[in-house]
């Protein structure tokens, strides 16, 4: 984890994509890419999300103001508490990215809300086995 006060200083230099490569217990490979804005410390890293493009239903709210959270720093939402780790919580079910390392229980059963997870409104839970989050400016000519 690069650590938000970089990944801030990095974003807030230029135009950049959010890209999220998801793998289930399957082996199946996933993605979506977002524009996205990064908001510093004053504002507990507020993202803002509009999605581009990808092979997976989104799971995060666009166009919102979402708030980086921790179980330590949470005021009006129990969802930091209740889903292990921190992350841009909106309504507490539709992701954690950044949850506890848990392998499916026989049968597949999952235990909701501990692990990582991806869920799109209205469709299912996909427990991950891993997830990469990664940047890339959307003009690379800039960069030559």
Same mark, same amino acid.
């Given at each position: 984890?690069l650590g938000l006060k970089k990944i801030y200083s990095?974003?807030?230099?230029?135009?950049?994509?959010?890209?999220?490569? *998801?793998?289930?217990?399957?082996?199946?490979?996933?993605?979506?890419?977002? #524009? !996205?804005?990064?908001?510093?410390? #004053? /504002?507990?890293?507020? *993202?803002?999300?509009?999605? @581009?493009? =990808?092979?997976?239903?989104?799971?995060?709210?666009?166009?919102?103001?979402?708030?980086?959270? /921790?179980?330590?720093?949470?005021?009006?939402? #129990?969802?930091?508490?209740?889903?292990?780790? =921190?992350?841009?919580?909106?309504?507490?079910?539709?992701?954690?990215?950044? =949850?506890?390392?848990?392998?499916?229980?026989?049968?597949?059963?999952?235990?909701?809300?501990?692990?990582?997870?991806?869920?799109?409104?209205?469709?299912?839970?996909? *427990?991950?086995?891993?997830?990469?989050? @990664?940047?890339?400016?959307?003009?690379?000519? #800039? !960069?030559?």
């Open positions: 984890w990095i974003s807030k230099q230029g135009s950049y994509l959010l890209r999220i490569e *998801l793998q289930d217990w399957r082996g199946n490979r996933r993605h979506i890419e977002y #524009s !996205f804005s990064l908001g510093g410390p #004053s /504002t507990n890293f507020t *993202l803002q999300l509009s999605r @581009m493009a =990808g092979s997976i239903p989104n799971a995060l709210p666009e166009h919102a103001e979402l708030r980086f959270s /921790t179980g330590d720093t949470a005021r009006d939402s #129990s969802c930091p508490e209740n889903h292990l780790g =921190g992350w841009w919580h909106s309504e507490c079910e539709e992701t954690n990215l950044n =949850g506890k390392y848990v392998t499916p229980r026989s049968r597949g059963r999952l235990d909701r809300g501990k692990g990582l997870y991806w869920k799109p409104k209205k469709g299912r839970y996909y *427990l991950l086995k891993s997830t990469k989050i @990664m940047i890339h400016p959307t003009d690379l000519k #800039s !960069f030559d």
